[in-house]
Each structure stands twice: as structure tokens, then as C-alpha cells.
């Protein structure tokens, strides 16, 4: 295709398969990562200030404000890069550093919140009301405030409607990540309204609040709500079969062995999604055909998730996850007992 602007190419990310060992079952990952901003969430992006304009919030010559911790950072800055808008990301060091680079090279500002903070602690609170307290005092500025913003999950739609005319009614279970909730509820209602059976299930990382469980901080990077943090209103809890929680050993453990077994890099939240995907696979009678969703890519985390000092220092090695993951994950596809029916239904 010929693009006649980079958010042309959004949703351009293809399937790929991971061989499973289980033999009736068939794991597929959504790459998102290929993306022209490098995640899933340049589809908020565009529908996020494509609401604000229909709304009249924004106006030509205007200014985008948002908290992010880098990937929603990204998507804006293509949109405001290509529609004439300037750009101030509220940001905090728990940001991937690539991922703030990337948002100044296309043009957009930066604003670091004040404070002292652990490294694995993310300032969101502080990052809201400083976004907030920007757009409120700069004429024509908006505050795209991601977390209770209809226009996120409705960007996701799209996602879906991919995801189903690839599948169709043989897809069983969807499983990604969450954090403001956005996607995992535009996806997976979107998914349910097509084929009610496929079961929806979000994972966020071990102290992330979002589904009860004790809150702390943690290393996973764009994903999950922190304690301190209220869950965003676009969490839709009806959409969730099953809320998961991934520690930062496993969710990182898996990016390594997956760039190292396949050579695909794929990011700290999706990696503790596939992670959990693939036990629920590998558990009792599963069969059919499950998505996990590549959220973003592995590129962006080469100082941290793929350097073996920064993890050894902080305790986030963990051999058994890579056992784990060898029985799981064998080296050649294996024979498929349905490949026929399967053939026919995809
Ligand atoms: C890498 C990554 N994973 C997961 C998420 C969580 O997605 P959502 O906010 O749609 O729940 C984000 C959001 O920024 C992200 O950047």
C-alpha cells in the first residue's frame, strides 16, 4: 500500500503464530507493535483527538496535554505532528527513555513532574493533576485525560474487527493487557458482540490494583493502575472473563525467551500476558484458538528487559520462568490434530 500519511499505516500489524505443545490448541499473536508509533495505542491516539474535534475541544493551532508513560505519548505526537497541534506529554522517569525520545524527535514536549519517587514507583497521580493544571491554563488546550476518555476504547474497535475476520467463530479466548482498561474493554466488547463464547482475559502485573490484588510498586512498564492511582472509568468489568495478575520475573522472563526462540521482541506487558496465555493453554483440556495481543515491541526496553546487569540488579532473573517456557514453547510446530477442520474455519 501507499500511505499519504503515517496514520494510514496504523493496523497494518499481521498474526503470527507461536507452536504451542499442546496439540489441539493454536496460539496466534496480534503484532501491534508494527504500528507506525511502535504500539497499540496509536489506535486511541487518533480516536482520541478525532472525539476532541468532533466535540469542538479542539480547535486548529490548539494544544494536546496528556499524562503518559510514553506509548499514548507517542501516538499523540503523530497525530499532532500531522494535524498541526502542539504537544506536551506530562511525563515521569518510570518512562521507558527511548519512548520520551521518540515523542521530542517527532516534536513533542516534555514535562517531567516534580518529586522524588522509587525507580519502580510511577508518578501518575502527580502526572493527572499537572496535566490537568496545564491544559486548564493555556488558551484552546485539552487534556486528553486517557483513563476516563470514551474515545480510548472505542479506537480498539478496529482491533476487533480484525482479530474477527481472521478467526471468525473459532476464536476461544483473547488475552492482553490492562491499564487504563481501554483496550481490553473496546476489544473484547467488540469481540463478545461478534462471537459471545470467546472469553476475554486481561493480565496486569503483580501491584497493579485493578483486580483486587495487594498493591505495590513494579517494573512492567505502560501497564497496570499503581496504588494511589484510581481505575479508569473506561475499565468495563463485564468484559473480563478472567483478571490475571503476571509478576515482573515472568512477564520479563518471557520477552527473553521469545526474541531468543523466535527472534520477535516484544515488550514487558505483553510479555506477561503471553505468559499467562500460554499456561491457560498448556492447562487441562484446553483447545482452540487464543490471540495474545503484542501491545508494543521489545525495542523499546533494550536498556532494561534485555540487559542482563539491569535485571540481575534487581533481583528480576528468574531461570525456572525459561524451564517453564521450554515445555511450552517446543522448537517446531507440532502436528495439529485438526489442522483440516482448523484450515476451514480460518
Ligand atoms: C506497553 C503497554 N502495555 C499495556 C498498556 C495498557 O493498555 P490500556 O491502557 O489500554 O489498558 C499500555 C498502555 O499505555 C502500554 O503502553
Known amino acids: 500500500m501507499i500511505a499519504r500519511k503515517l496514520t494510514d499505516l496504523i493496523g497494518i ?10 496439540p489441539d490448541a493454536r496460539l496466534f499473536l496480534k503484532l501491534e507493535k508494527y504500528n507506525p508509533g511502535g504500539s497499540m495505542k496509536d489506535r486511541m491516539s487518533v480516536s482520541m483527538v478525532d472525539r476532541a474535534e468532533r466535540l469542538g475541544h479542539l480547535h486548529p493551532g490548539g494544544t494536546i496535554v496528556e499524562s503518559s508513560s510514553g506509548n499514548t ?4 505526537a503523530t497525530v499532532a505532528a500531522e494535524r498541526g497541534y502542539r504537544f506536551i ?8 527513555r527511548d519512548k520520551l525520545l521518540t515523542i521530542q524527535a517527532m516534536g513533542g514536549e516534555l514535562h517531567f513532574v516534580s518529586g522524588t519517587y522509587a525507580e519502580n514507583e510511577v508518578a501518575v497521580v502527580e502526572r493527572q493533576s499537572t496535566a490537568a493544571k496545564i491544559a486548564r491554563e493555556l488558551p484552546n488546550a485539552v ?27 473459532s476464536l476461544k479466548l483473547y488475552v492482553s493487557c490492562a491499564g487504563t482498561g481501554g483496550s481490553i474493554t473496546g476489544v473484547g466488547s467488540r469481540l463478545k458482540a461478534l462471537n459471545p463464547t470467546t472469553q ?10 485493578i483486580f483486587g490484588g495487594p498493591g505495590h510498586s513494579y517494573y512492567q512498564s505502560g501497564t497496570g493502575t499503581p496504588p494511589g492511582d484510581t481505575i479508569g472509568e473506561v475499565m468495563d468489568f463485564r468484559v473480563v472473563d478472567v483478571g490475571l495478575t503476571v509478576s515482573d520475573q515472568h512477564a520479563f ?12 521482541l516484544i515488550g514487558g506487558s505483553t510479555g506477561g500476558a503471553l ?12 483447545s482452540g484458538v487464543t490471540v495474545c495481543n503484542v501491545c508494543d515491541g521489545g525495542e523499546k526496553y533494550l536498556h532494561t528487559i534485555f540487559n542482563d546487569e539491569w535485571l540481575q540488579q534487581r533481583g528480576l532473573l528468574d531461570g525456572s520462568v525459561l524451564l517453564q517456557l521450554e515445555k511450552w514453547i517446543p522448537h517446531h510446530p507440532v502436528e495439529h490434530a485438526h489442522e483440516q477442520a482448523f484450515a476451514e474455519t480460518v
Open 73 to 76: 505519548g507517542i501516538g499523540l
Open 275 to 286: 505468559f499467562r496465555a500460554l499456561e491457560i493453554v498448556h492447562n487441562g483440556n484446553f
Open 89 to 96: 506529554a506530562v511525563v515521569d522517569h518510570h518512562a521507558a
Open 253 to 264: 522472563g518471557t520477552c527473553r525467551f521469545i526474541g531468543r526462540r523466535t527472534g520477535l
Open 13 to 22: 500489524g499481521p498474526f503470527m503464530e507461536l507452536p504451542v505443545s499442546n
Open 143 to 169: 487534556f486528553m485525560q486517557q483513563s476516563d476518555n470514551p474515545g480510548n476504547p472505542v479506537g480498539y474497535y478496529p482491533l476487533a474487527d480484525d482479530i474477527h475476520k481472521q478467526f471468525g467463530e
Open 200 to 209: 476475554i482475559v486481561a493480565v496486569e502485573p503483580e501491584g497493579s490494583i
